[in-house]
């Protein structure tokens, strides 16, 4: 009967090792099918994924390009179309929160841009990061209006040391 505690690979499912290092009998004692010196006979030695045998690798033979920002900010981008998915009726309150209950945008914490693809079928009354011309023209036709909040000023400069002290 099997049992948890006797279990056993099925029958030919398996090969023994191969006994390497073992003698001369062993047809693989010596150098153990290593061959004779450099780095592959040695212990320890593991070829990494990127060497290709001693040949420039790609990732030097190819120019770096390009720049990544850390401050990049990421903005999520709603669509006038995009609107039509938000409950109600007549003039329609739009803000961050109203956009993630609506599944329009995924993040509250995150600055949202209005932009113009579509058209308003209702009144908007729009409270986003940004918003682009033609979007807000589009809204102010229907009826609606779009709040911006007050724009950043320039980031403070440094001073000098003498200053800060």
Known sequence: MKELSNLKPAKGSQRT?????RG?????????????????????YKRRAWFEGGQMPIHRRLPKRG???????????VNIRDLAKLPGAGEVEVTPETLVEANVI?????PVKLLSMGDADRKYNVHVTAASRP???KIERAGGG???PPPAGKRGKLKKRSERD
């Open 135 to 137: 979007a807000i023209e």
């Open 106 to 110: 995924k993040r509250v914490d995150r």
């Open 17 to 21: 090792s191969k006994r390497r290092g």
């Open 146 to 148: 779009v709040t911006l």
């Open 24 to 44: 001369y009998g062993s047809n693989d004692g010596r150098t153990a099918g290593r061959g004779h010196k450099g780095a592959q006979s040695r212990s320890g």
């Open 67 to 77: 720049f990544h920002n850390l401050f990049r900010e990421q903005v999520q981008e």
